[in-house]
């Protein structure tokens, strides 16, 4: 007997892992011990198990799964709440529409698109805004340079194009971003364009570090190179920045002096009455439900709404084929949508999935466009457009 | 009587690809005709033996001047040297070509040149003698109303009146001035690479739901409202509480 007896029995508890429940051993390699956490099945059931009861019962969608790995929302905080780029090794500047004040969707889609660009090379976005404007932060601004508010009119591209241009010259951004919009943004880039003497890229609709590229030729043909210094962004195209907050530190707008060519403007009140139904912001339609045509027409007029109707009283002649609301007539993107008399037919409410605000007077209760409504009212659509005529009118009088 | 400038392109169909008179640009003419007593300067710049452009001249035009350059030469500054020489009270122009490279810089770098004030997207246009009027069309059925001193230079949305037709015999007998131009080569498209247009899958606004269910669930079903309902009210109950309702989102505003 040369070597000593071997004990398996002690060799093999010696490699048993402490803890759990069962009982495990680690006959492989040794596990690394700050590995991924092992899933344990049994218990995972036991969690889901749902007490009570005779027969045994899981819940595989209940908390209890959820619990046992980690959510989406252990991840954020792990990180820090606002994303802080100091030294920035070079500036996006993205210049924003901000109508009426606050960040358009396009606006969003553009900073989005900066951030892209500024991701890719350890640079930071700065925004231009004229005044104040919210969620600079949310839509992953790290400078914010804000002309005082009252420095730049309400229809002033003058002066917008001069602040630009001394943004510029005051940041020496590697690339300057407009919305492609007709809010603006479009015509402002070309402005800045046709000063400083650069080449735009405008409208473009794929963009990376490398290269961008946007359509040419009636849209037949797409042109794409090294990114420039000045684009434009198309709408729809980028995805807004989501997530982490940027710090939206404010510089100090520089001072800049307009040459103005353009005189008095006024902004003009809207006809309602000829805007198509694509166009329009408050529509009032008309259904089945609805037999006094002459009270439809005189709500429109009081409240100003264009007029649209269903695919019904539009093949009975009621209204004209082009204001017809639906999938085969249009899809409308108005804020407010003032229904009569509509049952709410799956094509019809397939023409109205983009609006916010929906009112609905019906006098059948499990209509589909009461449902689908915000403000529903049961009762006979033609006591009610006299009724809400003589009040509009009264609280215009009054 | 206002002198006014009207630039023409050569437009693309869509859908055939061939040579058409380009549809903003026919608005501007269609703009410029209904001034009252202008005289309307219809200027080309590019290749004169274009069929196309005789559907301008079947507009209502006798004339079209032509600047003749070669197919990839920059036309601005054959186009900035002729309104020079000129000088109109107004230039009128497409608010985006579609042949080309499709930038909608022309009218801004021509304003630029010659020092005019520059005014986008307009629908509707008056002049005086020292003023023009222009009514520019915004999102939304929105319009401005802008009041600027001449000249100006001003590009025509889809919001203006549509171009009248082009009359066969009109476009036979219109007469095409050719003048020779010099266009330095643009070499932008050299350092670009052109190819084909790729539609791209069109972006969806993802609901940001903890699950994929969730995020299903929330593309499928189908919005439903905030559910406020009235069960058989008075009509003037009904109308006060419609009103309330589009008053407190803004919709109309409160007259008292």
Redesign the interface.
């Known amino acids: 007997m040369t070597g000593k007896r071997r004990d398996p029995r002690a060799e093999r508890q010696a490699r048993l892992i402490a803890g759990g429940e069962r009982k495990r051993f680690a006959l492989g390699a040794v596990p690394q011990p700050a590995g991924r956490p092992r899933r344990d099945p049994r218990s995972l059931r036991r969690a889901a198990t749902v007490p009570g009861g005779v027969r045994p019962r899981i819940d595989w969608h209940g908390g209890a799964r ?1 619990a046992a790995r980690p ?3 252990a991840r954020p905080q792990s990180q820090p709440e606002i994303r802080i780029t100091a030294d920035p090794a070079f500036l996006v500047l993205a210049v924003a529409d901000h109508p009426g004040g606050a960040l358009s969707e396009h606006d969003r889609e553009t900073i989005g698109a900066a951030r892209s660009l500024a991701d890719a090379g350890g640079g930071a976005v700065a925004v231009l805004t004229s005044g104040t404007v919210e969620g600079l932060a949310e839509a992953g601004a790290d400078r914010v340079l804000s002309v005082p508010a009252g420095h730049i009119g309400d ?1 002033d ?1 003058e002066a917008r194009t001069a602040a630009v241009l001394a943004a510029i010259d005051l940041l020496k951004p590697r690339h300057v971003l407009f919305p492609e919009s ?2 603006g943004g ?2 402002l880039a ?2 800045v ?3 400083s003497g650069e ?2 890229f ?1 409208g473009v ?2 963009l990376s570090a490398d290269a961008a590229s946007r ?11 090294a990114p420039p210094r000045l684009m434009s962004i198309a709408e ?4 807004a920045h ?1 997530g982490v907050r940027h710090e939206a530190r404010a510089l100090d707008a520089p001072a800049f002096a307009p040459v103005r ?8 009140a ?3 009455g000829t ?2 139904l694509a ?4 529509i009032l339609s008309g259904g089945n439900g609805v037999t006094d045509w002459a009270a439809f027409a005189e709500l429109g007029r009081v ?2 709404a264009t007029l649209g109707g269903s695919r019904v009283v539009c093949d009975e002649g009621h209204l004209p084929r082009d204001r017809q609301v639906g999938a085969s007539g249009s899809l409308v993107t108005a ?2 949508y ?1 229904a009569f008399g509509i049952a709410g037919a799956p094509q019809h ?1 397939q023409g109205i ?1 983009e609006v916010r ?3 609905a ?1 019906n006098t059948d ?1 499990h209509a589909e466009m ?10 006979d659509a033609q ?2 457009m ?3 005529v ?3 009118k009264e ?4 | 009587m206002p002198s006014v400038a009207v630039l023409l392109s050569v ?2 169909h ?1 859908a055939s ?1 061939r040579a058409r008179r380009a549809p903003l640009d026919a608005r501007a003419l269609e703009m410029a005709f209904s001034l009252p007593n202008a005289a309307v300067h219809a200027i080309h710049a590019g290749n004169p033996d274009e069929p196309a452009l005789r559907d301008y001249l079947g507009m209502g035009m006798e004339r079209l001047t032509v600047l003749s350059i070669p197919r990839d030469g920059d036309p601005v500054p054959a186009l900035t040297a002729h309104l020079e020489q000129l000088s109109p009270d107004m230039v009128l122009c497409g608010s985006r070509a ?8 022309v009218p ?2 021509i ?2 040149a010659l020092g ?6 307009i629908a509707a246009v008056s002049a005086s003698a020292a ?1 023009a009027t222009l ?2 069309a ?12 001449l000249p ?1 230079v001003a590009t025509v949305n889809t919001a203006a009146p549509a171009p009248r037709q082009s009359s066969f015999g009109r476009a036979r007998r219109g007469v095409i001035d050719i003048l020779a131009a010099d266009a330095p080569p643009d070499t ?2 050299d ?8 539609p ?1 899958p ?2 969806m606004r993802l609901a ?1 739901a ?1 699950s994929a269910a969730d995020r299903l669930k929330a593309m499928t079903e ?12 008075s ?2 109950e ?6 309330a ?2 008053v407190e ?1 803004r ?2 505003g ?3």
């Not at chain 1, 359509?215 to 190179?225: I, L, V």
């Not at chain 2, 009904?238 to 009103?243: G, L, N, T, V």
Request: charged share 25%.
């Open positions: 959820m959510g989406p929302d229809y591209p007709a809010e479009a015509d070309r402005r364009a046709a000063l080449r735009l405008g609709a794929s359509r040419m030729r009636g849209g037949a043909m797409e042109m794409a190179a729809n195209a980028f995805a989501d060519r353009i005189g008095t403007v006024t902004p003009l809207i006809e309602a805007l198509s166009d329009a912001d408050f409240l100003g804020r407010c003032l409410l999935t605000h929906v009112v007077i209760l009461i449902k689908r409504a915000d403000l529903a009212i049961i009762a006591a009610v006299p009724a809400l003589a009040h509009a609280r215009r009088d009054a | 437009g693309r869509p690809g579609e042949g080309g490279e499709d930038s909608g810089m801004y770098l304003a630029h005019y004030a520059m005014v986008a997207d003023t009514t520019q915004l999102p939304r059925g929105r319009r401005r109303l802008i009041e600027t001193g100006v932008l498209a350092q670009c690479e052109i190819r084909p247009w790729r791209r069109k972006r940001a903890a189908t919005r439903s409202g905030e559910g406020a309902v009235m069960i058989q009210p009509p003037e009904a109308a006060r509480a419609i009103y309702y589009l989102k919709i109309i409160d007259g008292s």
